[in-house]
């Protein structure tokens, strides 16, 4: 089983785009940079297209819903297994 590395909250789902700029398809789609505008951009862009790219970048991916409650509060970013 491939070790895949986890995304433990908002902050650390940010800091890994903002170090993978390219996870972003910039190139191919420019409108794919406005997906932080809303939830429902962002919902829409984990399942057309972020979604993959992390998963190519060795994330777990298998997300079942997203809370952006501080990790402080013991809530994370992501739950258990969007399938």
């Known amino acids: ?3 895949r590395r986890s995304i433990e909250n908002g902050h650390h789902l940010f800091n890994i785009i ?7 398809p910039r190139k191919a789609s420019p409108s794919t940079v406005f997906f932080l505008l809303s939830l429902q951009s962002f919902e829409l862009a984990v399942r057309q ?6 998963d190519d970048k060795g994330f777990d991916v298998r997300i ?3 809370s952006f409650y501080s990790p402080s509060n013991g809530n994370s970013l992501i739950g258990n297994g969007l399938q």
């Open 18 to 24: 903002k170090g993978n700029p390219d996870l972003i």
């Open 1 to 3: 089983m491939e070790n």
């Open 64 to 66: 079942h819903y997203i």
């Open 49 to 54: 297209w972020l979604g993959y790219t992390l």
